[in-house]
């Protein structure tokens, strides 16, 4: 067989057995996510693992480098990704993605074991900075632009001299309206 037949036999292993799971997304034929643990549990990882023409003779990439991981230590992740490793050169030339994602989720606690969170901290400036950047905020507020149709349409609706004509407005219109009627109602 070949690696594109082994990949296509592959990938559709992958769909039937995860179908409708949350933790496995396919991302192209060539690539896929598998998340390691539920949403809130503070352990878990997403593996991004991508085919190389030649896989399964060849290691597949993986990486954690989605945003999902960023609370994760690079030193965890280093360990996570030479254990995978490892599981991929004992598989390598099968169709390994089931077994390397089952692998992950029964050694997700070992994988994890170090694992302090990474925590980035927010700062706060003092209150007479925040009122400055306040008050230059609000120097700077732009007026509205005109698109280049509406001032077509301005240009448009003036005469000669620059003025638009009586009742463009729809106020206008109205007041015109009003006043016409209720002096027809006097005068006859």
Known sequence: ?????DQEMELEALRSIYEGDECFKEISPLSFQFRIGDLEDMKAFILDVTWPETYPETAPQMSL???????ISADTKQLILVKLEEQ??????????YTLFEWAKENQDAL?????PVVTSVTFTASSEMITAASTAKKKEKKEQLTKSQKRRIISRTDNKGELPRGWNWVDVIKVGVFHSFSTRWCT
């Open 65 to 71: 480098d989605a945003f999902f991981n960023n609370r």
């Open 112 to 116: 994890m074991e170090n694992h302090k």
């Open 88 to 97: 991929v050169e004992a598989n390598l030339g099968t169709a390994m993605m």
């Open 1 to 5: 067989m070949t690696a594109n037949e």
